[in-house]
């Protein structure tokens, strides 16, 4: 399995999230008074947001090429907040918007995680 690319920047921690994603279980019409309760999936995938901030052209290239290679399998990542390893795919396309300088850039991606 292929790995997300090692390039020059890391996640910015300031806006970095990882949270569940709360559809493993459906929560049903209350009239009764009692919360009907259907546990969908036994494992609630987390979804990762950050950035990458001041990133050079070169690197930016890597990651869209990355991402048209793979939005549609999932590959390893590394987290570098837990320092583990993690499977995962891509929700959206990674957002490309200049930082400050007109070669430097700032990339948003959203990852979610694929098995436990």
């Known amino acids: 399995m292929d790995t997300f690319p090692d390039i020059l920047r890391k996640p910015e921690q300031e ?7 709360g559809k493993a279980v459906l929560i049903g019409d209350m009239a009764s008074g009692y919360p ?5 999936f036994t494992f609630d995938p987390p979804e990762k947001k950050f950035e990458l901030r001041a990133v050079i ?20 990542w ?14 959206s396309k ?5 930082d400050g300088r ?4 700032r990339i948003t991606i959203e990852l979610r995680q694929t098995i436990p």
């Open 36 to 40: 009907l309760l259907n546990k969908l």
């Open 15 to 21: 806006g970095f999230t990882d949270e569940p994603t």
């Open 102 to 105: 007109g070669d430097l850039w």
């Open 94 to 98: 990674p957002t490309c918007k200049l």
């Open 57 to 76: 052209d070169a690197d930016k290239c890597t990651i869209m090429q990355f991402y048209e290679d793979h939005k549609d399998k999932p590959f390893n």
């Open 78 to 91: 590394f987290n570098d907040q837990n320092k583990t390893m993690l499977e995962v795919c891509f929700i």
